[in-house]
C-alpha cells in the first residue's frame, strides 16, 4: 500500500492574473481546509494556496478532539476521519518502570462523539481536501506560495510564486493558515512572542505490528531512556507516534541517525519488528502574534500561535480558529455584519489561545524543568507520587484539550435570569446525541442551521404562545435569520422543527425549564439565555452577536454594512 | 493509615505548582533552597500539630533515589 505522506496532489498551473477574489487562504492543512469548508457552504467563494505539493509530511498533529470532531461533523466531513481514526480513552504516566498515574477520558455518556480520535494529519488533510473538492470548489491550488502582499485602499495585491513563475491576485481578505512558519507573517514583517524551550525532543512515526494498547503513554526516566522523557501513543494504520526527549546541546543530526534511532527504538518497543517511517526534531514553543488581525490579514492556526504539544492544543486550537473565522468572514463578505465582527474573532481566539499556551507552558515546565530547582520539585512531586495520592494529580504530562468557554466575549449577553449547569453565555454548546441508545448516532449540532439558532424548551410544539410563534416568524425573516427548534419534553421523539430529546439529556445540560429560550450563534455557542421568551431581548441579544453596536436595532441587509 | 491528609486538597494543584515554579525565578540554587526552607517552616507552623508533622517528615525522606542516580552509580 502506498504510504499516504506520498500522495502527491498535481501542482497547479500558474494563473494568467488579474484575478481578483473576496477571500485567499494561503495553507491547505487542517485549519486552511476546514475553514475553506465553511466558507463554501456559506457561499463564500475562496481560493486556497499551498506552498508545498503534498499532504503534510509524517504525522504531525495526531490527537483531534471533541470540539474539533463537533465542528468537523457541523461541517459534513467528521464521518471519514471517525471511521479512519483510532479511539482512545486511557492515559497512564510511568515514574521509572511504575505506574504512577493515569486518566481516563470516558466519553461524556450522551455526547455524540468521544473525547478525542487520532489520525495522523495527512490523512486529515486528504479528507478534507476531497471534501471541499465534493463541495464544488475547484481553486485549490498547490506548489502556490504568496511572497508578497501589498495593502491598498480597497483591498490587498498579493504576489504569489509558483514553480512556473509569479503572478499578481487581488484580494479583499486574506487568511494565514500557513502553519508555525508562516510565509504570510514574515512578509508582513510580524512575529511570534512567548518562550522558545531548549530541550529537543526527537520525535518519530514507528509502523509496528504489535500489541500495544489503545492508550497513550508516557514515561518520567524510564529504564530505555534514562534521565528524560519518552510518549507512545497510537495512530491509524498501525503506525505509532514516539516522542523522546533529548538534551540540549546532544548531536541532533547524530540522534536522527538510522543506527542511533533504531537503536532507542529497539529498547522501548523490545522484540516487535518495526519500521522508521518519519523523524523529526522540534522544541517546545509557546508564542503568539499579540493581534490575529492586523487589517484585511487574519491569522488562524499555527501561523497565530504556536503551542507546544503533549496536550492536543495546537492543531485543536487552529481548528476551533477555523470555525470562530468562517461564519464572521461570511457575515463580512455578505454585507451582514461590520467589519468590528472580526475584531470579536481577535479578542475571542487570543483569549482561548492564552488558555491553552497557559496550560501547554505548566506542562512544560512539568516536563522539562527548566533549572536545578525545578528539576527538584518535579523530581519530589514524582517521588511522593509512588505512596501519596494527592501527589499522583500533580505529576503533568500533558493536559489534553477540554471544550472551553469563550471568556468576556464582546458578543455574549451576560445572563439576567438564574442558571445552573456548565452551559454559561460564551460555552460551547455540546453536540449531543439525539439517538434512543443503539440508533445511528445524530448531534443536537447536526441539526442546527448555519445562522444563529433558537432552543425554545416547551413540553410540545403547541405548547409555545401564539404571540411567541409570531415574535419566531419575524425574527426568522431578518436579514440575518434566527432559525428556532422547539426542545419537546424529555423522552418524546419529534420531527423538525422539533427536536425530540429522547434521551432527556438535553433538557438536564440545559437547565432548561418549560419556556426557557437559547440563542445560539452560527458556531454553536451560547450566545445568550433566558427563562422565558421575549423578543425585544433577543432581538437585541442577535444584534450583540453579530458584532452590531450595543443596542443598534438589526438593520436591513447593505444598509450601514461597511462591508467591502 | 496516618493523620496526614492523602487526597488532592489543593483546587488547582497545576496552579500552585506553576506558582512555585515562578517563585524560584531570578534566585540563585543558594536563594533557591533558602525560599523552600522558608516555605517548610511557615506552613509547619501553620498545621502546628506535631503528629501530621512528624509523619510528613518521615514520609519527606522515603524514596530518596532515583533510579537515574542508581544508573549513573552502575555507569
Known amino acids: 500500500m502506498p504510504s499516504p505522506t506520498r500522495e502527491r496532489p498535481a501542482p497547479a498551473p500558474r494563473p494568467r492574473g488579474g484575478e481578483r477574489h473576496p477571500v485567499v487562504i494561503c495553507g491547505a492543512g487542517p485549519v486552511g481546509l476546514t475553514l475553506a469548508i465553511d466558507l463554501e457552504r456559506r457561499g463564500v467563494p475562496t481560493v486556497v494556496l499551498e506552498k508545498d505539493t503534498a499532504y503534510s509530511t509524517g504525522s504531525r498533529a495526531i490527537c483531534w478532539a471533541e470540539a474539533s470532531l463537533d465542528i468537523w461533523s457541523r461541517l459534513g466531513c467528521a464521518e471519514p476521519i471517525l471511521e479512519r481514526g483510532v479511539t482512545w480513552e486511557v492515559g497512564r504516566v510511568y515514574y521509572g518502570d511504575q505506574e504512577v498515574y493515569h486518566f481516563d477520558l470516558k466519553p461524556e455518556h450522551d455526547h455524540k462523539h468521544p473525547p478525542f480520535r487520532n489520525l495522523q494529519q495527512y490523512h486529515v488533510e486528504a479528507i478534507l481536501a476531497a471534501h471541499l473538492g465534493g463541495l464544488g470548489h475547484r481553486q485549490l491550488r498547490w506548489g502556490h506560495c504568496v511572497t508578497g502582499v501589498a495593502r491598498r485602499a480597497d483591498g490587498l495585491r498579493l504576489e504569489v510564486t509558483t514553480p512556473d513563475g509569479a503572478y499578481d491576485l487581488e484580494a479583499d481578505w486574506l487568511v494565514a493558515a500557513d502553519g508555525g512558519n508562516s510565509t504570510v507573517r514574515r512578509v508582513l514583517g510580524l512575529d511570534t512572542e512567548g518562550t522558545v524551550f531548549r530541550q529537543p525532543f526527537l520525535v518519530v512515526d514507528v509502523k509496528v505490528k504489535a500489541d500495544f494498547p489503545f492508550e497513550r503513554l508516557f514515561w518520567f526516566d524510564p529504564t530505555f531512556h534514562p534521565g528524560r522523557s519518552a510518549l507512545l501513543h497510537r495512530q491509524a494504520d498501525d503506525v505509532c507516534r514516539v516522542d523522546l526527549q533529548l538534551e540540549d546541546g546532544e548531536d541532533l543530526e547524530l540522534e536522527r541517525h538510522p543506527e542511533r534511532m533504531t537503536e532507542r527504538l529497539a529498547a522501548m518497543l523490545g522484540d516487535h519488528p518495526f519500521s522508521v517511517e518519519w523523524t523529526s526534531v522540534y522544541t517546545f514553543k509557546c508564542r503568539r502574534l499579540d493581534r490575529f488581525r492586523h487589517g484585511r490579514v487574519l491569522f488562524v492556526g499555527d501561523a497565530a500561535h504556536q503551542i507546544s504539544p503533549f496536550g492536543a492544543r495546537g492543531g485543536n486550537c487552529g481548528i476551533q480558529d477555523a470555525a470562530n473565522l468562517g461564519w464572521k468572514l461570511a457575515h463580512v463578505v455578505q454585507g451582514r455584519a461590520p467589519e468590528a465582527l472580526l475584531d470579536s474573532f481577535c479578542a475571542e481566539r487570543t483569549a482561548a489561545a492564552d488558555v491553552d499556551l497557559r496550560t501547554a507552558m505548566r506542562s512544560n515546565h512539568f516536563i522539562t524543568p527548566q533549572n536545578a530547582v525545578s528539576q527538584t520539585l518535579r523530581d519530589a512531586v514524582l517521588s511522593l507520587s509512588r505512596s501519596r495520592k494527592f501527589a499522583r494529580r500533580m505529576v503533568n504530562s500533558g493536559r489534553m484539550s477540554r471544550p472551553m468557554p469563550l471568556l468576556g466575549s464582546p458578543l455574549t449577553t451576560p445572563d439576567s435570569d438564574c442558571f445552573a449547569g456548565p452551559l454559561m453565555p460564551g460555552s460551547p454548546c455540546p453536540n449531543l446525541s439525539l439517538a434512543a441508545n443503539g440508533a445511528p448516532a445524530k448531534g443536537l449540532l447536526d441539526v442546527l442551521g448555519p445562522d444563529l439558532s433558537g432552543l425554545y424548551f416547551a413540553p410540545s410544539e403547541d405548547a409555545v404562545a401564539a404571540e411567541d410563534r409570531r415574535a419566531l416568524a419575524e425574527l426568522a425573516r431578518r436579514p440575518w435569520p434566527l432559525s428556532t427548534w422547539i426542545v419537546a419534553a424529555p423522552g418524546t421523539a419529534a420531527e423538525p422543527p422539533v427536536v425530540g430529546d429522547v434521551r432527556g439529556a438535553i433538557w438536564e445540560t440545559f437547565d432548561a425549564a418549560p419556556g426557557t429560550f437559547y440563542l445560539l450563534r452560527s458556531d454553536a455557542y451560547v450566545a445568550a439565555r433566558w427563562r422565558r421568551f421575549d423578543a425585544a431581548l433577543v432581538a437585541r441579544a442577535m444584534a450583540r452577536a453579530t458584532g452590531w453596536p450595543e443596542g443598534e436595532p438589526c438593520r436591513q441587509r447593505g444598509g450601514d454594512g461597511q462591508a467591502p | ?75
Do not use: C, W
Open chain 2, 1 to 75: 493509615m496516618g493523620k496526614l491528609r492523602d487526597r488532592l486538597a489543593l483546587a488547582d494543584p497545576d496552579g500552585f505548582y506553576e506558582s512555585l515554579i515562578h517563585l524560584h525565578e531570578g534566585l540563585t540554587d543558594e536563594q533557591s533552597r533558602l525560599v523552600m526552607a522558608k516555605l517548610v517552616l511557615l506552613l509547619a507552623n501553620h498545621i502546628g500539630d506535631a503528629e501530621v508533622l512528624d509523619e510528613a517528615l518521615r514520609i519527606a525522606r522515603e524514596d530518596l533515589l532515583p533510579r537515574r542516580q542508581a544508573g549513573a552509580e552502575a555507569a
